[in-house]
């Protein structure tokens, strides 16, 4: 217990990176399992009824919340612990015990959290359902909410001040990435979640879909391509290919995704000013990406080969094709015409999995296996192991892909020809299943990844030494 409490609560360098990045994996694994449990529920509804803290209304969210609060923003908090004092001459963040204070705090509202969603306590707003419903008499305070701010707060000061007190005083541009998302994630939290800001009807359902979409591309979007923008110069040798358009990437990821989130309701009587406004900025989200696309592969250039050894490399390289594949879809989706064809299908389930599991989950798996050696200062416990992991969640998350996207063809054409709903649905089984089949495949990756990194940290006696490798081609 003892020694738990002090690798906990360390000061040792990049321990708080170490720390963030193990719990994350462990609601990795969570919450990857709970999704595949919410899916089976589409083809045997009543396999766990009676209970009501595993129906699927109540699973869904904690699967959203385990995988985005638990392991995405965990994750990213890791990488920029890690990625942020090694590029300003620092042998670790400013205050490696308020960072592993901040974790411990995020764990504790992580578990909060999820029972207080498997009993039915929720704010009801898309990736904003953590509550904590304290009631002070006629008053009604959501806790997590603070303690989620609070916990951004820490990170950002934490950061701010570990580049202020660093050496290296030119910014490179994953630190502008990592503060900008820092900076705008809190402020997006406020506006997003009923603990700070209340509104009615409409307005209600506008601010609440300036949070849902901003949540994706100004904490998820912007913290990624800063991961791969340190990541992709590190496993290839070469230079970041132009600093000019990873700023005009900044600052127009910036300037077009703040209005987009009203295309997520393009069907209710919101202002058609404002409708036009999102799905213009939508459309124009293509500048920023091609932008950073242009940067990723162009860094690449003359290095694509070393991806059939260079297993974080895979991680990276799967992830930017993803990212395109998610940039191309998601404008395509935001125009009117399609936007009616395709909303509330499971065509748009796929493409949540395609953002947040095939791009952003894939660009930490990268880090991961860079990261964890240099911490620890060995190679991962196994290459095999690695692998493993990377095509069952490569080839699971293509199969979900597949499977949700004709699954929500076959929606929208019911619909359009004005088929009851009762004799479409019955077609959709299939999908389904193939949906949970992959999910094991994806769930399993995601295991047999928490053991790799298990036992790479915690037994040394079982991994090599860590050899010297400019680009962390032989790290696993």
């Given amino acids: 217990m003892q020694r738990a409490l ?9 321990s708080a990176s170490r720390n963030f990045l193990i719990t994350a ?3 990795l694994v969570f919450g990857t399992s709970i999704g595949l449990i919410a899916s089976m529920q589409f083809t045997a509804p009543d396999a766990l009824a009676g209970v009501a803290q595993l129906s699927f209304g109540r699973l869904r969210p904690v699967h959203i919340n385990a995988v985005l609060i638990g392991w995405l923003s965990m994750g990213y908090a890791a990488c920029m612990f890690y990625i942020i004092p090694v590029l300003v001459g620092r042998k670790g963040i400013w205050s490696e015990l308020l960072g592993n204070i901040t974790m411990v705090a995020w764990n504790v509202m992580m578990v909060v959290g999820i029972f207080g969603l498997l009993n039915g306590d929720t704010e009801a707003r898309e990736y904003a359902e953590l509550a904590g419903t304290v009631q002070m008499g006629s008053t009604s305070i959501q806790i997590l909410d603070w303690i989620v701010l609070v916990a951004l707060l820490l990170l950002a000061v934490n950061a701010w001040m570990t580049v202020m007190t660093g050496a290296e005083k030119k910014w490179y541009v994953s630190i502008w990435y990592f503060l900008g998302a820092l900076f705008w994630f809190p402020i997006i ?15 209600d359902a506008i601010t609440g879909w300036f949070y849902g979409h901003n949540i994706l591309g100004m904490w998820f979007t912007v913290g990624g391509v800063g991961i791969m923008y340190y990541l992709l110069p590190k496993f290839t040798g070469n230079p970041l290919y132009s600093h000019t358009l990873s700023m005009i990437g900044f600052w127009t990821i ?12 393009l069907q209710s009587p919101v202002p058609e000013w404002l409708k036009s406004v999102a799905v213009i900025s939508s459309v124009f989200l293509l500048v920023p990406v091609l932008t950073v696309l242009t940067n990723f592969f162009m860094t690449m250039k003359g290095k694509w080969h070393t991806a059939t050894e260079h297993i974080p490399l895979r991680f990276a390289i799967a992830g930017g094709i993803a990212y395109l594949l998610t940039c191309i879809q998601g404008p395509f989706q935001a125009t009117r015409s399609i936007n009616w064809y395709l909303h509330f299908s499971n065509w748009v389930v796929g493409h949540a999995h395609l953002a947040l599991l095939a791009t952003f989950s894939f660009f930490v798996f990268a880090a991961t296996y860079y990261m964890i050696p240099k ?3 060995r190679k991962m416990y196994s290459k095999r192991l690695a692998v493993w992991h990377f095509w069952l969640t490569l080839y699971g998350w293509i199969i979900m892909m597949l499977s949700l ?17 009762d004799q479409w649905v019955i077609e959709l089984e299939p999908y389904w299943i193939i949906r949970s089949i992959s999910g094991v495949m994806i769930v399993l990756g995601q295991i047999l ?17 860590l050899p010297h490798s400019p680009t962390g081609v032989v790290y696993v």
């Fill in 6 to 14: 002090s690798a906990i609560f360390s000061r040792e360098p990049f």
């Fill in 25 to 27: 994996i462990f609601w």
């Fill in 189 to 203: 939290y406020i506006i997003g979640n009923r603990a700070f800001v209340q509104l009615e009807g409409l307005n």
């Fill in 254 to 265: 910036g300037m077009f995704y703040a209005p987009t989130g009203t295309h997520h309701i």
């Fill in 375 to 377: 911490m620890t200062g």
């Fill in 405 to 421: 996207t004709i699954a929500g063809l076959v929606q929208a054409a019911g619909w359009h020809h004005g088929i009851p709903v």
């Fill in 449 to 465: 990844f928490m053991f790799n990194v298990y036992k790479t940290v915690f037994s040394p006696e079982q991994c090599e030494e």
